[in-house]
């Protein structure tokens, strides 16, 4: 084998230079022909990426955006719903103070009918009583005066007369 310094052409048997000659080679055509487009697509790889990434972080922003509203929401509705509360309480308070003033006008007006009432009959039962004992009185006196008086009795009366009498002071005229 005549070495390629001396004028000769010849195969090299070496094969690790053989093969490092090759693989220099290959790689020289995969870089020169393979390398730009693998650069394009990691350029496309990473602006993805990135594109992912920003619309990610947009994502992250509207969503704390729309929880801090939620929040705001919930709070509102807190303090709503416990004005409401206390505006129940309140009509309740005052329904139950309503109530209560009418039913004391009720039994204050029960009262004055029931005292009414017991006024009426009171009258009524002491008219019945008076009209009985004068009637008793009359039917009395008729029968007596029917009867006539006998001594007895004529005495009685002139003594109640009697004493009337002696008991009478006139009036002085001034």
């Known amino acids: 084998m005549l070495p390629l310094g001396h004028g000769g052409f010849g195969i090299n048997t070496n094969i690790f230079e053989t093969n490092l000659i090759n693989l220099a080679a290959v790689i020289g055509i995969v870089v020169s022909f393979v390398g730009n487009n693998l650069n394009a697509l990691l350029e496309d790889r990473r602006k993805t990426i990135l594109s992912n990434l920003e619309e990610a972080n947009q994502r992250a922003i509207e969503a704390q955006e729309k929880l801090q509203n939620a929040k705001t929401q919930l709070e509102l509705s807190k303090k709503k719903a ?3 509360r206390d505006e129940g309480v309140s009509r309740a308070s005052n329904e139950i103070q ?8 009720r039994l204050a007006s029960l009262e004055d009918f029931k005292n009414e009432t017991v006024q009426f009959y009171q009258q009524k039962a002491f008219k019945e009583a008076y009209v009985y004992v004068v009637s008793r009185i009359m039917s009395r006196v008729r029968e007596r005066l029917n009867n006539g008086l006998d001594s007895t009795y004529h005495v009685i009366v002139n003594n109640f007369y009697v004493s009337k009498f002696t008991e009478f002071k006139p009036k002085s005229i001034s």
């Open 82 to 84: 416990q004005e409401i």
């Open 98 to 105: 309503t109530v209560v003033s009418q039913h004391e006008i």
